[in-house]
């Protein structure tokens, strides 16, 4: 008896036929108990949340300035202490000097730029002024906690304050006096030493005897050259000179300076400012005399400053003044 078969009937026996035994034997696997299924240790987790970042000892360093300068608030306002009431008078902090990028670079071990620089800073000001009311307040052990957390971002002369500029304007060992000046866009640096000559007629002048002298040669060099050189113009030769003429010194020093930058006229004010404040550290009893002559004098840095320039911006701009309200009539 023949039985008719179709195409779809045989299609659908394939999946009857017997299975590979390597197939059947991967299927039926049972791992050994003996095999470690542990897998690894789990790595230890990172003491701050800054290990993630791309500068993780910066922000290290912000984290832990933040929260001391919370913590520090917290501890002043406890205490009532903070924040101070508005009718009083703002406590004015010592001025504090802080590393530079560059050495913060070298102690944090990454790159400080002027942005990430400045963010520190501001941080580092807020928790001195703190320091500050906490010393005013009585709080020394909240002085000496903040002193620790500023101590690696502090200078040594962080007490001096405006004394640590003057360190340049001294006498050193060879008795010659420096001083820096600035004029307009020019800067320049004298050294001013008495002459061998005019030291006897110094030393006469001081203790007032009587008695002829005369005027000794002195040389004032400008860049390596002679003054006359430098200075084509009599009246930049003036400016410069103006300090010793007008003190009666003129002849009793020899000056040598360096300077930069702007034109003559500015390079001329900048020397001459430097050889009035390199004299007023030579010779104190000059100092009247320089500040009724041209210069101010102030008491503490013992820095002076040209009374025309101060003059010369005055004038320049009520004269604008004065043009553009003749504009404004003029349109109206």
Request: glycine share 8%; aromatic share 6%; with cysteine.
């Amino acid at each position: 008896m023949a039985f008719a078969c179709s195409s779809t009937s045989l299609r659908g026996l394939q999946h009857l036929r017997p299975v590979p035994a390597s197939i059947r034997a991967a299927s039926t696997y049972t791992p050994s108990q003996s095999s470690d299924t542990r897998g690894l240790p789990r790595r230890p987790r990172p003491s701050s949340p800054a290990f993630f970042t791309g500068r993780p000892t910066y922000h290290e360093a912000l984290l832990s300035l933040s929260s001391t300068l919370k913590e520090a608030q917290q501890s002043l306002r406890q205490d009532y202490i903070f924040p101070l009431p508005s009718t009083l008078p703002t406590l004015q902090p010592p001025r504090a000097s802080w590393h530079s990028a560059a050495t913060l670079t070298t102690l944090l071990r990454t790159n400080i730029k002027t942005n990430s620089h400045r963010e520190i800073v501001g941080l580092l000001n807020e928790i001195n002024a703190l320091r500050h009311v906490a010393n005013v307040s009585g709080r020394f052990e909240l002085v000496g906690r903040l002193d620790d957390a500023l101590g690696m971002y502090e200078r040594e002369e962080r007490d001096e304050g405006v004394e640590a500029k003057e360190v340049k304007s001294k006498i050193d060992e060879f008795g010659r006096a420096y001083a820096t000046g600035r004029r307009k866009e020019s800067s320049a640096r004298v050294w001013m030493i008495p002459t061998k000559e005019a030291s006897s007629i110094l030393d006469q002048a001081k203790t007032e005897t009587e008695g002829e002298a005369t005027i000794p040669t002195t040389q004032v060099l400008i860049n390596h050259l002679p003054l006359a050189t430098h200075f084509e113009k009599t009246s930049d030769r003036d400016t410069v000179l103006r300090s010793l003429r007008i003190t009666g010194l003129l002849g009793g020093y020899n000056v040598f300076a360096l300077v930069r930058g702007g034109g003559t006229s500015g390079q001329a004010g900048a020397v001459g400012l430097a050889m009035a404040r390199a004299l007023a550290i030579l010779r104190e009893d000059v100092k009247e005399v320089l500040t009724a002559g041209m210069y101010l004098c102030f008491e503490k840095s013992v820095s002076l400053m040209i009374r025309w320039s101060i003059d010369a911006r005055y004038e320049d701009g009520r004269e604008e003044k004065d043009r553009s309200g003749k504009g404004q009539k003029g349109s109206e």
